[in-house]
């Protein structure tokens, strides 16, 4: 079956292979991404390939100065991580008859990390979050004898296999919209990392990991809209990790910053009236002594204000609201 | 057809414009709205990841109060679609969890059997209401209009909550929609993106730095208007335009409007009843173009 | 540019991190030289677990037994003896960095079993043990701030008056070949699988570490025992872990037989690889294959045990062939996978070279012998990983080098320039690779003859006056990986001649040899290892070497 690939090449020292067709400029708002043209092969393949086939008989038969990293083939060793149609995905985990729109698979570094060359992204940024959080164990003391393992649940150890599973391949990073534009996000695959030591009861940094992940950049940079959860290839599924260290940092008590006190404020107002009180949410999480951000959010509320879009100021409950605060008080779990 | 409508709480406060026009499409569509008017707060994925159980409970207490009454439970903002989408989807394959949840809502006199759909009214459009049905309400077509789809995250992400493995068409309903209604969908990439709303109040620049982004690609790419079936998406797109504008320095003026906004234009409602006069980015210069092909 | 360092290490999977954080625990400065980042090693691909005799009931003894067994015979005994004495503490060392070993019913390390093994003694973490290590280990080199040289492809080892002293790597993605200039090399580049088609082993592993040490004057040995994984998936080659066969899997042929009755009754699919490999050869050859494969059967497991133990190759053969093996059976077949032979070294790492050590895969020590078993090789990696870095380590603190030569510098740049200069001929890299590897895979596979061997070696050696025509077909100097590839398929050649002619020299049938000229193990003349020296503008020296034998008697291996 044949297939088309557009390759985005990229070459500092300028030069493209002999057959290299001028592409279309890459669309803005990532105007900082590297200038590249896009190349079109046509290879003859099984129906069942995937896009790394396609690149490496491409590479092997038309053009050998056609960059990519790539070693396992089978999803395990993380080097094949680029935007295929606009997506990060593992190049050997993608079959061509599932990313083929309009006729052809577009291929490419993804925009949001530097470019070494072609299909080869600058991985320093991710290596370098990932070494912020100081991901590896902090031991707590040792157990007695010199011969003996710590005596840890079976469960513990489960619990922290879904983030062990993480190939740093760089796909959540690569399509993560906060550190899009954002780049001291420390981003998904750092904040499971941190999530997989904090959860390690061998480990005796948990409050200070906490702390510092509580922090700027940290997990309340993260916009919770899923992408990494989509992307992974590896199921590890890094929101779900910031979030329980979230509540793990509300629970230790870190509420001191925007992102714990509208969390807090939020869960309050539901409780009290049954509905999200947006009139107070965003003073609240801002921080009602925080007189620069309050005024920076002003503008916004004078717009709304005008467009008659400003909530009421007396804010109404929901009927049958005791409902609601009988469940609260019940089922508890109130961060502390 | 009889539909639980859930309202959430930003159509009720910071967007009037959502319920407004959401009230007044459902006559040409056939709908019955059977308004949960006791129903509280999904919680927005806010409180499932402080306070997961109280949430769980919440939602359960939602999905409860609509099977009560026997019928499809309606969303008309993504995020309350993939809050409750995603819990229903836990307590089905959870028993445990689904036992918590009504031992909690029990004392309220509630009990949820597990049998209640979550579909967005985008979705209803297509699978529900019928295609078919929609073009015969409309009365102006809205040609020549450029429109860029924004979906909002919850209602693409995760997969599994949403039914997307089983129907992946979900994904194109927005286009379709506008095709439908005689416009041009814009093809771009902040499509399915996120708009940064979960973060305006504690990440401001940033959340506008992302809004600001996909406005101005839409906009790059021709589009008169961005049309979202969230009202948390047309916050951070509409209402806090003008400040994304400044965080980019750069122009934006792009008017955002309500899915049921969209389509109550085009069965020929009159742009007050919808209240498009009510939008922080003036949306008059759609409507120019739409009123000339009456 | 030439950089100085006390130890440079050469590779950066389970073997080379561990020796760096020895050195440099042990003081001396050091830093690691690798092709690919340290994480995209291929120690992230085995699956089952690594072996200790830790629990009740074992003990070192025992497991040493199963290895010199399963070794038939050819390992070396103090070597094994040794790595399974320390087995227990490097495990317990690893668990304090934190890898998240499986727990029993105690929250103590729980086992599986495996292949050859007389009691259950493999340590795991799901089906991802390798990986687990390999990640546990790098956030270790991150913690002890050891340098690493990332995306530098070694070219040549250095040798300085008889002694190895550093060695020359392109650093890709500036073009610019460097000169590590240092007082020893730990040589744990291993890995030689791509000469091979198939092969489970990923595309990086190209034998870079043997030929290095090959062409600086160290002997290769036991190179002709080549390991076929008895269950690789059908067409990529994939692995499909032992593991699945330690939780209880069949392999069954075309009739739903388990056919290892008739070939290992006792152990049946938890038999040693080599007879494993062997068996699946004979059935399909006598007609009962399904498309020239076996089959492996994990129906009967159920989904909690496949879908919490063995996920990865659940979801592999999903992703790959479209199979659900909680529904069906999966094809597999015997797969190039790992290399038994390598760089002599004694058992602290030391080649014959002085100042050359090696670990890992890419060593001979011997404790793999004749085959290796299952979960052995993720514990030679830290075993000897450990003790070569020691070594090394102890060892610069008696040596100051003389000579400050950078000779070499310029002359491995004139060999670059004038590879790239070439013109277009007609020969690609990838077309001779494949030559190769197909080559190697029909004439030098599970079963072996003279004159197939004869053919290999001719071909090889043609092949080889090929290569010197080769053309690359980048130019360029940033990630020129073209050029990369071709200096690969230089490494992959000298790799192929040795294993070939180790091939041919041992005229009987041991562990992976299996040669139908002459089937059977003889130990009267070939209790021997076979070395494979390089001499320029010569033949290469063949010359023996005897096994180390202290308390096991070589008997008949029977599973």
């Given at each position: ?336 | ?141 809205l040609?020549?209009l450029r429109i860029a789809p ?22 194109t309903y927005l286009e379709r929609l506008i095709t439908l209604l005689g416009a041009e969908p814009v ?38 208007l961005?049309v ?31 899915l049921?906004?969209l389509?109550?234009?085009a ?28 | ?559």
């Amino acid at each position: 079956m044949q297939f088309t690939i557009e390759v985005g090449r990229y070459n500092p020292e300028g030069r493209y292979a002999d057959s290299a067709i001028p592409g279309e400029p890459f669309p803005p708002p990532w105007d900082r991404a590297v200038p590249r043209r896009y190349q079109t092969y046509v290879v003859e393949l099984p129906e069942h390939a995937v896009v790394l086939d396609a690149l490496i008989a491409i590479r092997e038969q038309q053009d050998e100065s056609l960059a990519l990293r790539c070693a396992c083939r089978s999803a395990i060793c993380g080097s094949c991580a680029m935007w295929i149609n606009g997506h990060a995905q593992l190049a050997c985990k993608s079959k061509l008859r599932e990313f083929t729109k309009n006729g052809k698979t577009r291929v490419e570094a993804p925009p949001s990390m530097p470019v070494i060359r072609d299909l080869v992204t600058d991985m320093t940024p991710f290596w370098r979050k990932h070494a912020r959080v100081r991901p590896w164990l902090e031991n707590k003391p040792l157990p007695a004898g010199p011969m003996e393992e710590y005596t840890v649940p079976n469960e513990a150890m489960e619990e922290l296999l879904q983030e062990v599973s993480c190939i740093s391949c760089g796909a959540c990073l690569m399509d993560c919209e906060s550190f899009a534009v954002n780049k001291d996000f420390l981003g998904p695959q750092a904040l499971a990392k941190a999530y997989r030591y904090v959860a390690d009861p061998r480990d005796a940094r948990h409050r200070t990991r906490l702390a510092e992940l509580s922090d700027r950049h940290g997990v309340w940079d993260c916009t919770h809209c899923y992408e990494c959860v989509q992307q992974c290839p590896k199921g590890v599924a890094p929101l779900e990790q910031i979030l329980k260290l979230r509540r793990l940092a509300v629970e230790a008590g870190f509420t001191d910053n925007p992102g714990a006190r509208h969390a807090r404020a939020f869960a309050a107002s539901v409780e009290h009236s049954g509905r999200l009180n947006e009139l107070t949410l965003m003073p609240k999480s801002v921080g009602l002594f925080n007189v620069v951000g309050q005024l920076k959010t002003l503008p916004s509320a004078i717009n709304m204000a005008r467009a008659g879009k400003l909530p009421p100021l007396k804010h109404t409950k929901i009927p049958g609201v005791k409902r609601i605060r009988a469940i609260f008080e019940r089922v508890g779990g109130r961060p502390k | 057809m009889k539909v639980a409508f859930y309202s959430g709480c930003v159509s009720k406060g910071a967007c009037p414009e959502l319920y407004a026009s959401a009230m007044k499409i459902a006559e040409p569509l056939g709908l019955e709205l059977v308004e949960l008017t006791q129903a509280p707060c999904t919680g927005a994925g806010v409180l499932s990841e402080q306070n997961p159980e109280v949430a769980d409970a919440l939602n359960g207490l939602i999905l409860a109060m609509a099977e009560e009454i026997d019928a499809d439970l309606m969303t008309i903002c993504s995020t309350c679609q993939g809050v409750l989408a995603g819990h229903n989807h836990d307590l089905r394959r959870d028993p445990r969890r689904m036992e918590k949840v009504n031992a909690a809502i029990a004392d309220q006199g509630f009990y949820y059997h597990g049998t209640t759909e979550v579909k967005h009214l985008l979705w209803m459009l297509v699978e529900d209401i019928g295609l078919e049905r929609v073009a015969a309400a409309i009365r102006r077509k809205l040609a020549g209009l450029r429109i860029a789809p924004f979906y909002g995250c919850y209602i693409l992400r995760p997969e599994e909550y949403l039914g997307l493995r089983e129907r992946p068409e979900r994904k194109t309903y927005l286009e379709r929609l506008i095709t439908l209604l005689g416009a041009e969908p814009v093809e771009y990439r902040g499509a399915t993106k996120c708009c940064g709303f979960p973060m305006i109040t504690f990440n401001r620049d940033v959340s506008l730095g992302m809004a600001g982004n996909h406005l101005l690609e839409a906009k790059e790419r021709g589009a008169d208007l961005l049309v979202t079936p969230c009202p948390l998406c047309h916050l951070n797109l509409d209402a806090q335009q003008p400040d994304a504008a400044r965080v980019l320095k750069k122009k934006i003026d792009v008017p955002v409007l309500h899915l049921p906004q969209l389509l109550g234009l085009a069965f020929g409602m009159r742009p007050e009843e919808l209240r498009l006069d009510h939008h922080v980015v003036p949306t008059k210069g759609v409507l120019e173009k739409v009123e000339l092909k009456v | 540019m030439i950089i100085d360092h006390d130890v440079v290490v050469l590779g950066a999977g389970l073997a080379g991190m561990r020796a760096a954080l020895e050195t440099a625990r042990a003081g001396a400065d050091v830093a690691i030289v690798t092709k690919v980042h340290p994480i995209r090693s291929h120690s992230n691909a085995a699956q089952g677990g690594i072996n200790a005799a830790i629990g009740e009931g074992d003990s070192w003894e025992s497991h040493a037994f199963d290895t010199i067994k399963g070794s038939d015979y050819l390992a070396d005994q103090d070597a094994v003896e040794v790595m399974c004495r320390e087995a227990p503490a490097d495990i317990i060392e690893f668990e304090h960095m934190g890898v998240i070993f499986y727990r029993d019913e105690n929250g103590k390390l729980g086992t599986r079993a495996f292949g050859g093994a007389s009691q259950a003694r493999t340590y795991f973490v799901g089906d991802i043990t390798g990986q687990a290590l390999l990640v546990t280990l790098y956030d270790q080199i991150l913690k002890a701030g050891v340098k690493v040289y990332e995306e530098w492809f070694a070219t040549s080892l250095y040798v300085e008056d008889g002694a190895c002293r550093g060695l020359v790597a392109l650093e890709l993605i500036t073009g610019e070949l460097h000169f590590l200039r240092a007082k020893a090399v730990i040589n744990c580049a291993g890995g030689l699988g791509r000469v091979f088609e198939p092969s489970t082993n990923a595309m990086i592993c190209t034998g870079d570490g043997y030929a290095l040490a090959y062409r600086a004057g160290a002997p290769l040995m036991d190179m002709e025992m080549v390991q076929y994984h008895p269950t690789t998936l059908a067409g990529s080659g994939f692995l499909m872990t032992e593991a699945a066969r330690g939780e209880g899997a069949y392999l069954i042929n075309a009739k739903g037989e388990r056919f290892l009755k008739d070939y290992a009754p006792n152990k049946m699919e938890l038999a040693a690889r080599d007879v494993i490999s062997r068996a699946e050869a004979t059935e399909i050859e006598k007609g009962n294959g399904v498309d020239g494969c076996v089959l492996l059967d994990l129906r009967h497991l159920g989904p909690d045990i496949v879908l919490k133990k063995l996920p990865q190759i659940h979801e592999m053969a999903i992703d790959y062939l479209g199979i659900d093996m909680l529904k069906e059976p999966v094809p597999v077949r015997p797969g190039m996978h790992y290399q038994m032979g390598g760089i002599k070294t004694d058992i602290n790492g030391a080649t014959p070279l002085p100042g050359l050590y090696a670990a890992g895969e890419v060593a001979c020590v011997s404790v793999h012998g004749g085959n290796r078993l299952g979960a052995n090789s993720l514990l030679d990696t830290i075993v000897f990983g450990r003790r070569a870095g020691r070594a090394a380590a102890a060892y610069v603190k008696t040596v100051t080098p003389t000579r400050r030569s950078t000779a070499i510098l310029k002359s491995e740049q004139e060999r670059i320039d004038e590879l790239l200069a070439r013109p277009y001929t007609g020969e690609t890299h990838a077309r001779l690779r494949l030559e190769l590897a197909t080559l190697m895979d029909k004439n030098v596979g599970v079963y072996r003859n003279e004159a197939g061997l004869r053919e290999a070696l001719a071909k090889i050696r043609e092949l080889k006056e090929r290569y010197g025509r080769l053309a690359v077909g980048d130019k360029g100097r940033v990630f020129n990986q073209a050029l990369q590839f071709a200096l690969e398929v230089g490494y992959m050649l000298d790799c192929a001649e040795t294993i070939v002619l180790g091939a041919l020299e041992r005229k009987e049938s041991r562990g992976a040899q299996a040669r139908t000229d002459f089937p059977e193990r003889n130990d009267a003349e070939w209790l021997k290892h076979i070395l494979v020296k390089y001499r320029p503008g010569e033949a290469p020296e063949l010359s023996y070497s005897p096994v180390k034998i202290t308390n096991w008697q070589p008997e008949a291996r029977v599973y």
